[in-house]
């Protein structure tokens, strides 16, 4: 029913990577072509701290959940994308789902950077983070549908092994 456009908008900055260029990311209505929402606006990406787990502001990472049917998900730095600057809490995962008139909903607030999320169900997610200054990672179970918030004693211990299989939505 819905399409996910991300498009590069000028002004077009040849001496960065295209990857940093100004975006618009959109939703699409597929049977009649119109804009049913915006989701990001971003500018040119060129003033990303010159440190490992530096990223630009706004939301990045925007996909659809796999588990909900026309539900988008992203992540947002809460630290201007600076892993120099103090922050208990460097990132933010959203969720937003169709008719996307509502606020965003908060899913998960994380201490290290987001490093991606595999979704099963609205009972189960696996969700990571990283740290790239320590090299550590971790990785937690949530329950997406439900509003708690990951917790470090969830945190899965480095011999875990993911499994997974596709659902109905793949």
């Known amino acids: 029913k819905y399409v996910l456009i991300d498009a590069m908008v000028p002004p077009y900055e040849f001496m960065i990577p295209a990857g940093r ?11 009649t072509g119109a804009v049913v929402v915006i989701v990001a606006e971003l500018p040119l990406q060129d003033k990303i701290p010159i440190a490992f787990d530096g990223v630009g502001e706004g939301p990045r990472g925007i996909g659809w959940r796999a588990d909900a049917p026309a539900t988008l998900y992203w992540a947002e730095a809460q630290d201007g994308g600076d892993p120099n600057s103090e922050a208990e809490i460097r990132d933010c995962l959203f969720t937003l789902a169709a ?4 606020a965003p909903r908060r899913l998960a607030s994380l201490a290290w950077r987001y490093n991606g ?9 696996l ?3 990283r740290r790239y200054k320590t090299r550590s990672a971790r990785s937690y179970l949530i329950a997406p549908g439900h509003d708690a918030e990951p917790r470090e004693n969830n945190a899965l211990n480095n011999e875990s092994t993911d499994v997974s299989s596709q659902n109905t939505l793949a």
Do not use: Y
Not at 99 to 102: K, W
Not at 117 to 125: E, K, L, N
């Open 21 to 31: 260029f100004p975006r618009r990311v959109e939703v699409w209505d597929m049977k």
């Open 117 to 125: 999320i595999v979704w099963g169900s609205d009972a189960v997610a």
């Open 99 to 102: 008719p996307f008139t509502a």
């Open 127 to 129: 969700l990571s983070e």
